[in-house]
């Protein structure tokens, strides 16, 4: 059997995505289990869970609160609380097609891996703009393989699968990372995989192509803003999780802050008025894939600073 954990917090009008299809499979109710961890939800998520328990009678779906906040926290309670040899988790805005459970079980009897996952690709409820790519809010696209996962490379979010001891082993998922509420941090995923690999180098850890999901772009993650912005939550995230040996100083830490600051200003000017139309035919597409990798290290020396506590 396998259990799946969706982690939530007051996404109660998107809590039918996940359900719905978990509750669609083709695969036989006794084979899985269904956990919905309520991170504290303020909004009608326990009356949404309650309704697929009162429609679905025959699913296993059980709801578990979880006060205290943080997405680790409740991927921790999740695997705590499974009745199964593996936990899978999938995100509260995704949506799995209905051979996603089978698909799963039959990797785990094939192979018996230590951790598995797939990759996501974007979905919508509403119209995106003309220079909104896909690729924005896809992972593991270009994976044509199952093969085991590089060295460096980590699983995905909304899509991925655990053996419950192994998460026992190494800790599970660090409170450190993940969104709290709406302290909004990353790098829950990386910090678990680096775990793994130093306490278990022999964990047979794979990317499973076919395990696939649709995670939902949001009207408000398809803003220019959000998407900048992403991209310096993910620099201070890389500080975190890969600190330099030896910290920098105060005086180099502002010469950085100043020069990136004033390199993306340049970049956004004159980099988006003479870029290559072919490669970036909008303005959007320029900042996004361009000037953001500016931002991301301008968000890594963000962080060097704010640790100073100055």
Same mark, same amino acid.
């Given at each position: 059997m396998l259990s799946i954990a969706i982690a939530t917090y007051n996404r109660a009008d998107i809590l039918n995505f996940p359900l719905e299809s978990l509750c669609q499979q083709t *695969?036989?109710?006794?084979? /899985?289990?269904i956990l919905v961890v309520d991170n504290a939800s303020?909004?009608?998520t326990r009356a949404v869970v309650k309704h697929y328990q009162t429609q679905f009678p025959e699913h296993q779906i059980r709801y578990i609160y979880e006060p205290r906040p943080g997405v680790s926290v409740a991927r921790n309670r999740g695997w705590l609380e499974a009745r199964s040899v593996y936990i899978g988790y999938v995100d509260d805005d995704c949506k799995l097609p209905?051979?996603? !459970?089978?698909? *799963?079980?039959?990797?785990?009897?094939? /192979?018996?891996?230590?951790?598995?996952g797939g990759p996501y690709f974007a979905f919508y409820t509403a119209e995106k703009p003309r220079w909104y790519k896909d690729s924005y809010r896809s992972k593991g696209q270009h994976v044509e393989e199952f093969r085991p996962l590089d060295k460096e490379e980590i699983l995905y979010g909304p899509n991925m699968v655990f053996r419950v001891q192994l998460l026992q082993e190494v800790g599970g998922f660090s409170p450190d990372y993940g969104p709290k509420g709406s302290d909004f941090f990353y790098g829950e995923e990386a910090d678990l995989l680096s775990r793994i690999r130093q306490r278990k #180098?022999? *964990?047979?850890?794979?990317? *499973? #192509?076919?395990? !696939?999901? /649709?995670?939902? !772009?949001r009207p408000e993650k398809m803003r220019l803003p959000h998407l900048l912005?992403?991209?310096? +939550?993910l620099g201070r995230t890389?500080?975190?999780? /890969?600190? #330099?040996?030896? #910290?920098?100083?105060?005086?180099? !830490?502002?010469?950085? +802050?100043?020069?990136f600051s004033l390199w993306i200003l340049a970049d956004s000017l004159l980099g988006s008025l003479f870029r290559n139309r072919a490669d970036y035919p909008y303005i959007q597409n320029y900042l996004v894939e361009k000037v953001s990798l500016s931002i991301r290290r301008l968000g890594v020396v963000y962080e060097q600073w704010r640790l100073m506590g100055l």
């Open positions: *695969a036989s109710t006794q084979d /899985y289990e303020t909004d009608h209905e051979n996603w !459970v089978g698909t *799963a079980l039959s990797i785990i009897k094939m /192979y018996s891996p230590d951790a598995f #180098p022999a *964990a047979a850890i794979f990317f *499973a #192509p076919q395990l !696939v999901v /649709y995670h939902l !772009v912005w992403h991209q310096f +939550l890389m500080n975190r999780l /890969y600190p #330099p040996q030896k #910290p920098p100083g105060l005086l180099r !830490v502002i010469l950085k +802050l100043s020069i």
